[in-house]
């Protein structure tokens, strides 16, 4: 009656929902303050002033059809045209307003860039641990996803990956600072994939693109480099958002780029709006492409999150627990003690609201939010500490 893939997907446990409602009850039961979620990526820094400046100004001085009417299905020309030339500014690059797309946000963005170049029986690399929507994107497009695993240092793991490759391989997802783990890739590590994938190339005399899902570029701390991947390889679609550079998560919009130096760059832009056609992805939120375009060199209050992952850090190693250390994004990764779902369950009862890292493709890992109040961070850490030795002792 229904497709099935479909109603599949659609009534697969979440394990974030489930952890969110029990949240819920939680709280109405015992009070507020005896739930620590950290189990969402939903930025806890205002947007910066300027995002309410621009809509302030935008409200009061477009008419009614430039504020709420359609723009091109691929956004305002205006628009990408500033985006084009943000990114030529800052990194050297050569873009124009037929290079971007404008997207509801990197989910929209990497559904429409995985559509526009897959063909049945292509495969795609998942570079562990990885945003699991990678697998429902990749999967829901007719492709294969194919998961390498992660290498002690949470790097890329070079050799693995390039046993992963084969003739039907079609692109590498690589993201980074990284959503789990907050790792950012080093140029050292991306120069010896783009060696690899240039290989690859010239064996099969075919392209093989990244896809770089990039929404935490802006989120890296201290002096710490995420470079710029188009400008180490050059078949790759840049996957930006708004959501957690501007704490804009709810208004849905961002960006793919089509590097002009791409293999077949034209052609992949014609495919990537007619992906985003045949999905409806088209005309982003207007109000925000805009908005977004005026706040185009705003940066996020990254000090708050940063503050929150020294103590947060400092406190859990302190504990013992084995955390590795995120140079950018908003999340510190956590080896569980004993499997994954059975720490989470365990950390429950304390209240403390921790995401399993399997579907993220690193069973024995939990992820923890800390773009939350600090406060909720600094109360949480005697719980850890409980949490700890009942593990322990448990072992
Ligand atoms: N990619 C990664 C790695 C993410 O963590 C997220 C959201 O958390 C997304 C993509 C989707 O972001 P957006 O809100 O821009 O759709």
Known sequence: MFNKEMYSLGSKRSVIRELFEY?????????????????????SVAAPDCVNSAIKELVETLDSAALHGYTSAQGDFGVRRTVAEFLNEKYSARYSADNIYMTCGAAAGLAIAIRALCEKGDEFILIAPHFPEYNVFVKAAGGTPITVPFS?????DIESLKNALTPRTKAVIVNSPNNPCGVI???KTLAALAEVLSEFEKKFFKPIYIIADEPYRELAY????????PSIYADTVLCYSFSKSLSLAGERIGYLAVNPDSQNARDLYLAIMGAGRAMGYVCAPVLFQRVAAKCIAARPKIEEYKVNRDFLYGALSEIGYECVYPDGAFYLFVKAIGSSAEFSEKAKKYGLLIVPADDFAAPGWI????????DMIRRSVPLFAQLYNECTQDK
């Open 185 to 187: 890739y080093t140029q």
């Open 23 to 43: 949240g819920k009850q939680r709280a109405a039961q015992y009070g507020a303050d005896s739930v620590f979620d950290f189990s969402l990526g939903n930025p």
């Open 152 to 156: 002690d240092d949470f790097q890329i």
């Open 222 to 229: 201290g002096d710490a480099d995420v470079p710029f991947i």
């Open 367 to 374: 992820r923890i939010a800390y773009c939350v109040d600090a």
